[in-house]
T-cell receptor
Framework: GQNIDQPTEMTATEGAIVQINCTYQ??????LFWYQQHAGEAPTFLSYNVLDGLEEKGRFSSFLSRSKGYSYLLLKELQMKDSASYLC??????????????WGLGTSLAVNP | ETGVTQTPRHLVMGMTNKKSLKCEQHLGHNAMYWYKQSAKKPLELMFV???????ENNSVPSRFSPECPNSSHLFLHLHTLQPEDSALYLCASSTGTSGGAAYEQYFGPGTRLTVT
């Protein structure tokens, strides 16, 4: 089956660095996404990895190891507005030539002053 | 403003009612999606439309009926729902559903549905 695991909750301090891990067991891996979702709002795209390594995008970086089925999202210089749920999603090959996303439960991050 | 709008934002309906959720995307995308988001559960993909053709139906009960009249609009028709159908229903769009290039899904704000 297809499975994605993330920690349910994390807490960090403003200005600090936090790493949110995601492990997956899927077939037909075709890329990994991270989304941010504030309470009551739509998920918004943060990053995409399809090859091994680190992708940096401002304060946010995402890492992928396909052999280990592992990714992490690194948030630097945390701000209060970073308090949100962070969703890990794996794209897999579906029927025909289509792709679909398998979603994790999300990690709820609380940033404290 | 994400370019994907959904109406209504909140909906309360009885189990015998019929209602419809509407989604509109202004991004020129070719694929649209319906997701269900419930507490303590991952996002559940319900339906996928590519170029107005349904390409995925994830064993969704027939009381949910999607409609995609054109590439910019997507509806979810609801009838005889159950209380366990109460959830946040999210619409999303993307440039496509296939191919090697990365694509990201743009989400609407969702409709918070409560079935009484």
């Amino acid at each position: 089956g297809q499975n994605i695991d993330q920690p349910t909750e994390m807490t960090a301090t403003e200005g600090a660095i936090v790493q949110i891990n995601c492990t997956y067991q899927t077939s037909g891996f075709n890329g990994l996404f991270w989304y941010q979702q504030h309470a009551g709002e739509a998920p918004t795209f943060l990053s995409y990895n399809v090859l091994d390594g680190l992708e940096e995008k401002g304060r946010f970086s995402s890492f992928l190891s396909r052999s280990k089925g592992y990714s992490y999202l690194l948030l630097k210089e945390l701000q209060m507005k970073d308090s949100a749920s962070y969703l890990c999603a794996v794209r897999v090959r579906g029927a025909g030539n289509n792709r679909k996303l398998i979603w994790g439960l999300g990690t709820s991050l609380a940033v404290n002053p | 403003e994400t370019g994907v709008t959904q109406t209504p934002r909140h909906l309360v309906m009885g189990m015998t009612n019929k209602k419809s959720l509407k989604c509109e995307q202004h991004l020129g995308h070719n694929a649209m999606y319906w997701y269900k988001q419930s507490a303590k559960k991952p996002l559940e993909l319900m339906f996928v439309y590519s170029l107005e053709e349904r390409v995925e139906n994830n064993s969704v009960p027939s009381r949910f009926s999607p409609e995609c009249p054109n590439s910019s609009h997507l509806f979810l028709h609801l009838h005889t729902l159950q209380p366990e159908d109460s959830a946040l229903y999210l619409c999303a769009s993307s440039t496509g559903t296939s191919g090697g290039a990365a694509y990201e899904q743009y989400f609407g704000p969702g409709t918070r549905l409560t079935v009484t």
